[in-house]
């Protein structure tokens, strides 16, 4: 039981899954269980009943770029949960459609919360199975403004991507040789500013958070960003703080520009843009 806790809900670790069922705290089958090491199997109904929370607050204004019968295509704002994690369930874009299309769409890509721009959803399993069929013909094009003037005018990046060695941080990603995870980054400079640039990103891999990591990686943090930022004091301060803290951009300013996708039922690419927000 335990176990599973801590694979499918990472947004506690195994301890701290254990002591909440110590606490009596999870129940499957509707019977509370105490013992850690409790065997579950599929299909049983596991429930963690604690005091309620209240979700933070979120941008939950989206528009919808294209839509047809098999998908949606949302231009998301920089501060909304793509799909149910950690202390965000009814303050997602899932849960948002659901509510106003009532269909409980499927994403085919997700952004991170501060992470504004396209994601396209499949409205049923079976849409979603047949688009992913096509997922090597995907294409990704991303805006970030980040920190420092940077001396490239093109640059491809394709240190792999591990966890951190050296973070405080247990999820933070780092990208050294050896890493665990095959990632190839290309950045290409759009406009110099005296102590930013805005710069395309065109990730060639599909790693979580690979975009920033790779930023953090050559020297340019992207602005906002509280977790890759050579600093984990901001981002510690930022979660005990529940975001109340001073940084030089409102969000990390990074920006989904384009997605380009093949559609299986009308057998053919598509590139779905948006403009960067103001």
């Given at each position: 039981?335990?176990?599973?806790?801590?694979?499918?809900?990472?947004?506690?670790?195994?301890?701290?899954?254990?002591?909440?069922?110590?606490?009596?705290?999870?129940?499957?089958?509707?019977?509370p269980?105490?013992?850690?090491?409790?065997?579950?199997?599929?299909?049983?109904?596991?429930?963690?009943?604690?005091?309620?929370?209240?979700?933070?607050?979120?941008?939950?204004?989206?528009?919808?770029?294209?839509?047809?019968?098999?998908?949606?295509?949302?231009?998301k704002?920089?501060?909304?949960?793509?799909?149910?994690?950690?202390?965000?369930?009814?303050?997602?874009?899932?849960?948002?459609?659901?509510?106003?299309?009532?269909?409980?769409?499927?994403?085919?890509?997700?952004?991170?919360?501060?992470?504004?721009?396209?994601?396209?959803?499949?409205?049923?399993?079976?849409?979603?199975?047949?688009?992913?069929?096509?997922?090597?013909k995907?294409?990704?094009?991303?805006?970030?403004?980040?920190?420092?003037?940077?001396?490239?005018?093109?640059?491809?990046?394709?240190?792999?991507?591990?966890?951190?060695?050296?973070?405080?941080?247990?999820?933070?990603?780092?990208?050294?040789?050896?890493?665990?995870?095959?990632?190839?980054?290309?950045?290409?400079?759009?406009?110099?500013?005296?102590?930013?640039?805005?710069?395309?990103?065109?990730?060639?891999?599909?790693?979580?958070?690979?975009?920033?990591?790779?930023?953090e990686?050559?020297?340019?943090?992207?602005?906002?960003?509280?977790?890759?930022?050579?600093?984990?004091?901001?981002?510690?301060?930022?979660?005990?703080?529940?975001?109340?803290?001073?940084r030089?951009?409102?969000?990390?300013?990074?920006?989904?520009?384009?997605?380009?996708?093949?559609?299986?039922?009308?057998?053919?690419?598509?590139?779905i843009?948006?403009?960067?927000?103001?």
């Amino acid at each position: 039981l335990d176990v599973y806790l801590a694979s499918r809900f990472t947004y506690l670790s195994r301890s701290k899954w254990q002591k909440e069922i110590k606490n009596g705290k999870i129940f499957v089958n509707n019977i509370p269980i105490t013992i850690p090491h409790h065997t579950v199997y599929q299909h049983y109904i596991i429930e963690y009943k604690r005091k309620p929370v209240e979700e933070p607050s979120v941008d939950p204004h989206y528009e919808v770029l294209y839509e047809d019968e098999h998908i949606i295509a949302i231009n998301k704002s920089g501060n909304l949960p793509t799909h149910p994690a950690g202390k965000y369930f009814h303050n997602t874009l899932t849960k948002l459609l659901w509510n106003d299309i009532g269909i409980q769409c499927m994403p085919l890509n997700r952004l991170d919360r501060e992470t504004s721009g396209v994601v396209v959803l499949a409205k049923s399993g079976r849409v979603a199975s047949a688009f992913l069929k096509h997922s090597d013909k995907i294409s990704k094009i991303y805006y970030a403004i980040v920190i420092g003037n940077c001396s490239f005018t093109e640059l491809t990046v394709d240190t792999p991507i591990g966890l951190s060695k050296e973070s405080r941080i247990r999820k933070k990603r780092a990208a050294y040789e050896n890493g665990q995870w095959h990632s190839i980054t290309h950045f290409k400079v759009i406009k110099r500013y005296p102590n930013h640039t805005l710069i395309k990103a065109i990730p060639k891999t599909g790693r979580t958070h690979q975009i920033r990591v790779h930023c953090e990686h050559i020297g340019h943090p992207i602005i906002g960003d509280t977790l890759y930022c050579h600093n984990d004091t901001q981002f510690l301060n930022y979660i005990t703080h529940k975001g109340q803290v001073h940084r030089a951009f409102p969000r990390s300013a990074l920006h989904a520009r384009m997605y380009k996708l093949y559609h299986p039922f009308l057998q053919k690419m598509i590139a779905i843009k948006t403009p960067l927000p103001d």
